[in-house]
């Protein structure tokens, strides 16, 4: 069936970086765009970015731009998204959606990966 | 950014209710409006789509309307298992925006 599968919880000190995976399976890997959503403890649902991984290109939302990096590897259909410098405050679930058809919706979500910004 | 604002952030009905959720975006957005259900615990899932198309699977009693700024999520019949988190979000601008979302809650 078709599903993502993300990499495990990770902990890390501030000034870090995390790389976290998304592997996907039951479809054709790069036909569908893949978005990073991430949600910080008790809070809402936040957009990061986007690959399109038949071909690579990314957009990131202006607030994380400089700081995260999505890359995907064809060969074992697997997404990738990089955060560096972390700080307390990017403690979150970080969560792979893929995007559905021509318009934009999120139809499968990966379980999400916690990541945890602590001294 | 398009901002998103749900109403209300909680809500507390019972069994068998009709509830209503809504969502006002800061600017016209169309049509371009997606409803998600989070539990506890879990990732998001998609109800809603392009305002008020059905997504595969999701049963009848969820709908959505509304164009524009003002959107609306009903339950026609509310059940147990339909206690959740619900997000509206746009795409007409990136970033994509999520409303704070509505918590759910059985009376």
């Known amino acids: 069936q078709v599903q993502l599968v993300q990499s495990g919880a990770e902990v890390k000190k501030p000034g870090a970086s995390v790389k976290v995976s998304c592997k996907a399976s039951?479809?054709?890997?790069?036909?569908?765009?893949m978005h990073w959503v991430r949600q910080a403890p008790g809070q809402g649902l936040e957009w990061m970015g986007i690959i399109n991984p038949s071909g690579g290109s990314t957009s990131y939302a202006q607030k994380f731009q400089g700081r995260v990096t999505m890359t995907r590897d064809t060969s074992t259909s697997t997404v990738y998204m990089e955060l560096s410098s972390l700080r307390s405050e990017d403690t979150a679930v970080y969560y792979c959606a893929r995007n559905f058809g021509a318009t934009v919706r999120f139809d499968i979500w990966g379980q999400g990966t916690m990541v945890t910004v602590s001294s | 950014d398009i901002q998103m604002t749900q109403s209300p952030s909680s809500l507390s009905a019972s069994v068998g209710d009709r509830v209503t959720i809504t969502c006002q975006a800061s600017?016209?957005?169309?049509?371009?409006l997606n409803w998600y259900q989070q539990k506890p615990g879990k990732a998001p899932k998609l109800l809603i789509y392009d305002a008020s198309n059905l997504e595969t699977g999701v049963p009848s009693r969820f709908s959505g309307s509304g164009s524009g700024t003002d959107f609306t999520f009903t339950i026609s019949s509310l059940q147990p298992e339909d206690i959740a988190t619900y997000y509206c979000q746009q795409y007409d601008n990136l970033p994509q925006t999520f409303g704070q979302g509505t918590k759910l809650e059985i009376k």
């Open positions: 600017q016209d957005i169309s049509n371009y």
């Open positions: 039951g479809y054709t890997f790069t036909s569908y765009y």
